[in-house]
């Protein structure tokens, strides 16, 4: 028997009613003006630390400009329509060139001014993209000189001559103002990296300009 103030367990009633949203404060005035002076003390210490990282390395930004010499080694200058068309397209890089009447010495530099901030956390993607198709060799690090930034160099033998394999030699550097390729090419001659690099090093001087 139930009391008469019990009800029945099935006739028991249960408040479906949606709870309503607990209302959002606003922010006390000021937190917001704390939040983005507190981003902005991260973001900023964030670039100096970034900055210290690369102290060592950052070049004086466009320093330089590219403006290559009339001769170069004893060698003239090449008229731009002798000289090898770059592929893929290297947008604004200029090509500069040097050989002697039969071709058989030669070197060519391709070159685009452009500020870089780590001249070695682009050198190796230089590198990469420079040779591509190449089967490269002896790639070592070298002094950049004078001019600063970060140089390697090394070669390839992927050309024939008359069926004879012939020694591409190469450095590739970059600095605050600019990347360049520079190919040094003579018939049946393997040239010495440390040569390489010097003679690499002599172009900078002359091609590199104080801006």
């Known amino acids: 028997m139930l009391d008469q103030d019990q009800t029945p367990a099935d006739d028991v009633l249960v408040d479906m009613t949606p709870v309503a949203p607990i209302p959002t404060l606003p922010p006390p005035p000021g937190s917001r003006s704390r939040l983005w002076l507190t981003l902005a003390a991260f973001g900023f210490a964030a670039v100096i630390a970034l900055a210290l990282a690369f102290a060592h390395d950052t070049a004086d930004l466009r320093a330089y400009h590219y403006s290559p010499p009339e001769e170069f080694l004893g ?116 040239l010495d990296t440390d040569d390489l690099a010097n003679d690499a090093r002599k172009f900078r001087h002359l091609a590199e300009v104080p801006s």
């Open 75 to 190: 060698l003239p200058s090449t008229p731009a329509e002798r000289l090898p068309k770059a592929s893929p397209p290297l947008g604004n890089a200029k090509i500069s060139g040097y050989q002697t009447e039969d071709r058989s010495r030669s070197v060519f530099i391709t070159a685009r001014e452009l500020p870089i901030i780590s001249p070695s956390a682009v050198i190796d993607s230089l590198v990469t993209q420079a040779t591509t198709g190449w089967h490269v060799e002896g790639l070592r690090t070298v002094d950049p000189g004078e001019r600063g930034g970060v140089m390697k160099c090394g070669h390839t033998t992927d050309m024939k001559k008359a069926g004879k394999p012939q020694d591409i030699a190469f450095c590739v550097w970059a600095d605050g103002s600019m990347w360049a390729v520079y190919v040094e090419h003579g018939d049946d001659i393997t």
